[in-house]
């Protein structure tokens, strides 16, 4: 077994040339979340667990999920936060935009170890990242950087709000998600969600 140091000293040197890919306006950069796994794979082995952290906050008046996830790595947790647009509320696009979501939270996390640092370099202006702390309802306890992160999103941040239209109760992120899942337009919870009307089951 390797030690935290020595993972980490491997995981943070730079990338094959080419690795970055670059937006069209030449301005910014980002590592494919392909590459950042299969380093942690070839360095840190047995040795690194990824894990989404509760559920997935879906915002149906905004159209857009955030997903948080964290790497283990040795015994040293990072954590990451992914936001995704939402195109439309059907499976697939909710499915695609939780999939977008997750791999930006692994990104985020794998920067967190300083991953990429190097290549990434100059795309980067630390002094304007945008940092935002204390999302209501996500507990974050460190500040959080997301390249490209839109203010105007976040500052409307997640609040489902929908109430069950025969209970009257709050609807939780994953009973919208069972919602939209099955093409259910009506607010139900779990409980009062016709059973003739789900498809699938998440
Ligand atoms: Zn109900």
């Known amino acids: 077994m390797k030690s935290y140091e020595e993972i980490t000293e491997q995981l943070r ?21 392909q590459v950042y796994m299969s380093r942690l794979e070839d360095i840190a082995k047995s040795q690194w667990h990824w894990r989404i952290i509760g559920d997935p906050v879906l915002n149906f008046e905004k159209n857009f999920v955030i997903v948080k996830g964290e790497i283990t790595l040795v015994d040293t947790v990072r954590q990451g936060l992914g936001i995704a647009k939402i195109a439309k509320v059907d499976t697939s696009s909710i499915k695609n935009a939780l999939m977008t979501a997750e791999s930006e939270a692994f990104r985020d996390a794998c920067d967190k170890f300083k991953m990429g640092w190097q ?84």
Request: glycine share 6%.
């Open 13 to 33: 040197k730079p990338f094959p040339p080419g690795t970055v890919k670059v937006s069209s306006d030449g301005k910014r950069g980002h590592i494919p979340v």
């Open 119 to 202: 290549d990434l370099a100059p795309y980067r202006d630390w002094s304007t990242s945008p940092v935002f702390k204390d999302i209501s309802g996500l507990h974050l306890n460190e500040g959080i950087v997301i390249d490209n992160f839109d203010p105007d999103v976040h500052s409307v941040m997640p609040s489902v709000g929908r109430e069950c239209i025969k209970c009257k109760k709050q609807l939780s992120h994953n009973e919208e998600l069972l919602l939209s899942l099955n093409g259910i337009k009506f607010a139900y919870c779990k409980e009062h969600i016709p059973q003739q009307l789900i498809k699938k089951q998440i």
